[in-house]
């Protein structure tokens, strides 16, 4: 997991979460506060530490209870330290559930050259010959070329108004809805009109979403249909496809 340092050198801002904020040669960048973030967890955990300790106390006042035995333990412990140690632990518990969401969130820096969007620990670069439309696609952003192949796809729990004005102020073309959505089909195994090959990469990804969603391998399997020239798109438990016209 990348430290707090390397967050703000991939252009994460230290200001308001969602916030845009102009960058060196004209560019902006939209992202998540890592330090808001991370405070936001902290405070949910430490908030719940302390409903841990007020309901121990109340069950341990029932004739019957669920977790009767983890209540008296965590009742058994003396004031203040039992409050104390139950705020502190889910502080902890916070903290790292905080350095998680600033570690899975997407940053989008936005330039009249170039976008960049970073994930992790790894940044996806697009010259503005190749970013044709820019697409809200529910919780998704969506950049899409030229020949309306789709170039990149990530989750996106930034500001929606604020994405937009960033490329906007660009000068990209900017959709809230994919124009492309009705050419999705709902894939299952064995369908006809997927090239060689992309059938086995859909079933692999199939597998890989059951276990993890956002995966490496999810990602790593949609780069693959890419190649392929197919477009995929998820909804709920659901792999959906399509293919540029001309492909």
């Known amino acids: ?142 950049l899409l070329g030229p020949d309306g192949m789709e170039i990149a796809r990530e989750r996106c729990d930034l500001s929606w108004q604020r994405v937009s004005d960033a490329f906007g102020g660009q000068g990209y073309r900017w959709s809230d809805e994919d124009p492309h959505r009705e050419e999705f089909r709902r894939w299952v195994p064995g369908m006809p009109g997927l090239p060689e090959g992309a059938d086995a990469l859909l079933r692999a990804r199939a597998a890989a979403r059951e276990k993890d969603g956002n995966s490496e391998d999810v990602r790593e399997l949609r780069r693959e249909l890419l190649r392929l020239r197919v477009v995929v798109r998820d909804e709920k438990q659901r792999q959906y496809w399509r293919m540029p016209r001309g492909s």
């Open 1 to 142: 997991m990348r430290g707090t340092g390397d967050l703000f050198e991939k252009g994460r801002s230290s200001g308001e979460a969602g916030a845009g904020r102009a960058d060196d040669g004209g560019a902006v960048v939209v992202a998540e506060s890592a330090w808001v973030l991370v405070l936001f967890w902290v405070g949910c955990g430490a908030l719940v530490g302390w409903l841990v300790v007020l309901l121990a106390g109340w069950l341990v006042t029932l004739p019957w209870a669920p977790l009767d035995k983890p209540a008296e333990l965590v009742s058994s412990v003396p004031e203040p330290w039992r409050t104390v140690g139950a705020v502190g632990v889910g502080a902890v518990l916070g903290l790292g559930l905080g350095l998680l969401a600033v570690h899975e969130s997407l940053a989008v820096r936005v330039s009249r050259r170039r976008v960049v969007l970073t994930v992790r620990d790894a940044s996806q670069e697009f010259g503005r010959d190749e970013v044709a439309l820019v697409v809200r696609d529910g919780k998704q952003l969506v």
